[in-house]
């Protein structure tokens, strides 16, 4: 049956299994965010290690999600990673090495032969906390905004600027996608905290900096959404492959795809119903709501940026060099092959839910901490 279908299919296909695990990874980022908020909210050692602990048990799930969408991106999208890796390697390389500060933290924290100190590894949480969502939210602006690179007949990579992708914080639609990835991140972070943690200072805290990160998350998730609609868009010719700007092309996207608008629509309004419940109902349950709207809607805004006749990964540079889901994928083999693997993903899913639970079955709190051999 796999073999029947069409090439085409296989490259829609493809991407939308990115975008699944690009918006997975920006729900799993309040891992980030919430070591953001470390002495924000902890004020206390007890309280940042009951921080730290509860962060820690999920760290993991954001790694292993950050390197299968880049995995799966390269194996089905190879001339993608060929060009940003070929141009913008300061950018991947600064958010490769906050995650593996993120990772040593973890590790050494609270070791015995910690020569550091823990206050050393809590900055370094603190540091991941706050480049890694923003640089990668900056990265992805770029689907949208361009990057400056040209490819030659062998597609070969020629970057325009020598800032190795840096200057795409020049483009404040790049930075404002950014912080709305960054303000989102500490708003699942605080609805997390008062999810998982039994500690009354924790949780007025948490509801006191809910509200402002949300009007901060706010502020920029409109300020992108409306440049987005507004912005001339890069759109190709399905029959000759020929790159054109298109006026309003991200909100004819939106129209043209009526399934994708409602998912959208449902997202936003998943985040600020999971938002409103924590802040004015019962805390604790909002972060369901909000993480998956969080899901729903970057699942969207991929699909936005390589359904309908879209550059994913446009050149501002040189139109003809922009990267589309048909001139960038992997052969009909390999897509082929590696649909045979996908169709385990769901199984993947229910082994990460199960293990959240089980994880989760009980908030933390002083005396678990207190009493607790093995801490991060």
């Known amino acids: 049956m796999i073999a029947a279908i069409s090439y085409s299919f296989l490259q829609e296909y493809w991407w939308a299994i990115i975008s699944l695990l690009g918006a997975l990874l920006v729900f799993l980022m309040f891992v980030q965010g919430g070591q953001s908020l470390l002495y924000t909210i902890g004020k206390t050692e007890i309280q940042r290690t009951m921080i730290v602990n509860t962060l820690g048990r999920k760290w993991e799930f954001t790694f292993t999600t950050l390197v299968t969408f880049g995995g799966a991106f390269f194996a089905s999208f190879p001339l993608f990673y060929a060009t940003s890796f070929g141009g913008a390697y300061w950018v991947w390389f600064a958010i490769l090495f906050t995650f593996i500060l993120q990772a040593v933290s973890y590790e050494f924290r609270t070791k015995p032969a910690n020569f550091l100190g823990t206050k050393t590894f809590e900055v370094f949480l603190i540091l991941n906390g706050f480049l890694a969502s923003i640089l990668i939210g900056t990265a992805v602006g770029t689907f949208f905004s361009g990057a400056q690179f040209s490819l030659n007949d062998y597609n070969q990579v020629t970057w325009q600027t020598s800032f190795g992708g840096l200057e795409a914080v020049l483009t404040f639609h790049n930075v404002a996608l950014g912080l709305t990835v960054f303000g989102l991140s500490r708003v699942l972070a605080l609805q997390y905290f008062l999810n998982t943690i039994d500690d009354a200072e924790i949780e007025a805290r948490s509801k006191k900096h809910l509200l402002y990160n949300t009007i901060f998350f706010l502020v920029f998730f409109l300020s992108f959404a409306v440049i987005l609609l507004v912005k001339d868009g890069f759109a190709y010719n399905a029959e000759t492959g020929v790159v054109s700007m298109e006026s309003f092309k991200y909100l004819h996207n939106l129209l043209q795809m009526p399934l994708v608008l409602i998912v959208f629509l449902a997202g936003v309004v998943g985040v600020l119903w999971g938002i409103f419940s924590d802040l004015f109902k019962?805390?604790?349950?909002?972060?369901?709501?909000?993480?998956?709207?969080?899901?729903?809607?970057?699942?969207?805004?991929?699909?936005?940026?390589?359904?309908?006749?879209?550059?994913y990964y446009p050149s501002a540079f040189d139109l003809q060099s922009s990267l589309t889901i048909?001139?960038?994928?992997?052969?009909?083999?390999?897509?082929?092959?590696?649909?045979?693997?996908?169709?385990?993903?769901?199984?993947?899913?229910?082994?990460?839910?199960?293990?959240?639970?089980?994880?989760?079955?009980?908030?933390i709190d002083k005396e678990e901490m207190e009493s607790e051999s093995h801490k991060y």
Do not use: D, H, Q
């Not at 805004?301 to 879209?310: K, W």
């Not at 083999?333 to 229910?350: E, G």
């Open 282 to 311: 019962k805390a604790g349950k909002g972060i369901w709501f909000t993480g998956a709207g969080t899901v729903l809607t970057v699942f969207a805004l991929f699909l936005v940026a390589g359904y309908n006749n879209t550059c």
């Open 326 to 363: 048909r001139n960038s994928s992997s052969s009909e083999f390999t897509l082929n092959a590696m649909s045979i693997v996908s169709l385990m993903v769901p199984f993947v899913i229910a082994y990460i839910w199960y293990a959240w639970k089980s994880i989760n079955n009980k908030k």
